[in-house]
């Protein structure tokens, strides 16, 4: 714990967290116990070195918290407590980047055709719905296009607008969410009971314009989590 500048508590962790299996040694008087090699304060050295907290991570990156956690939960991103892997977000930007084509010459994939990933993240992709876009990005389903020779954010890579809007169309149907006042009666709950789900994070949700205006909507796909995961 002193090599590693963390509190004895948490060594437990890191060491699970980490994947390490460690020898062991019996003492004097026969307790067995855990014996941590130079080799296995380097590993986890590294590893710490790797988990940065979720507001760096969504400075570094320009992936929101909410984003982020979404990405974790659909296992595209690896997270240690409350601090996110580096390395693996900075995997899922490369995995993005590798489907990228070289179509910013193109006439139909001018400026007035792509839009940098924060800003359709912003706008046009609810929060539920974060891991299956990226996955269509990888996938080629959604054409992207890298800004950047290395990408190490999201704003180095932007999307066709067309591209996005008939992915929404066909993959979003407007069945697919409700309000919170629907959400908190299909759950059972009082209304004020689900915002305090939403505060401590144990249910996510998304915005939705409905012309002009805008309103806080829970998926359907995030209503069945919960009841499986959590009110079970």
Same mark, same amino acid.
Request: proline share 3%; hydrophobic share 45%.
């Given at each position: ?34 014996v =941590?090699?130079e ?10 070195? @790797? ?7 969504q ?24 601090r996110?892997?580096?390395? !693996?977000?900075?995997s ?6 590798? !489907?990228?084509? @070289?179509?910013?010459? !193109?006439?139909?994939f !001018? ?18 719905r ?10 080629g =389903? ?20 067309? @591209? ?53 909507v ?11 995961? =959590?009110?079970?």
């Amino acid at each position: 714990a002193t090599e590693l500048g963390v509190r004895v508590e948490r060594i437990p962790n890191l060491l699970s967290s980490c994947n390490l299996k460690l020898a062991e040694r019996l003492t004097k008087t026969g307790r067995r116990m855990l014996v =941590v090699g130079e080799g296995d304060v380097q590993f986890v050295t590294r590893h710490l070195k @790797d988990q940065i907290a979720a507001r760096v991570a969504q400075r570094r990156y320009g992936l929101s918290r909410a984003r982020l956690e979404q990405l974790w939960r659909a296992s595209m991103v690896s997270r240690c407590d409350d601090r996110y892997q580096a390395s !693996s977000i900075e995997s899922l930007l490369r995995k993005v980047a590798s !489907s990228a084509s @070289d179509q910013l010459a !193109s006439p139909e994939f !001018s400026d007035d055709g792509m839009a940098l990933l924060p800003h359709l993240l912003r706008v046009a992709i609810p929060q539920d719905r974060t891991a299956e876009f990226l996955g269509a990005l990888i996938d080629g =389903v959604i054409r992207v296009t890298s800004l950047r020779s290395t990408v190490r954010s999201a704003a180095d890579l932007a999307a066709s607008r067309s @591209d996005v809007a008939a992915w929404l169309a066909k993959r979003m149907p407007a069945d697919d969410f409700l309000l919170i006042p629907q959400a908190a009666q299909q759950l059972g709950i009082k209304q004020e009971v689900l915002y305090h789900l939403v505060r401590v994070g144990l249910l996510v949700t998304s915005t939705r314009r409905f012309g002009r205006r805008s309103a806080r909507v829970v998926g359907l796909v995030e209503i069945e989590r919960f009841q499986r995961e =959590v009110a079970s």
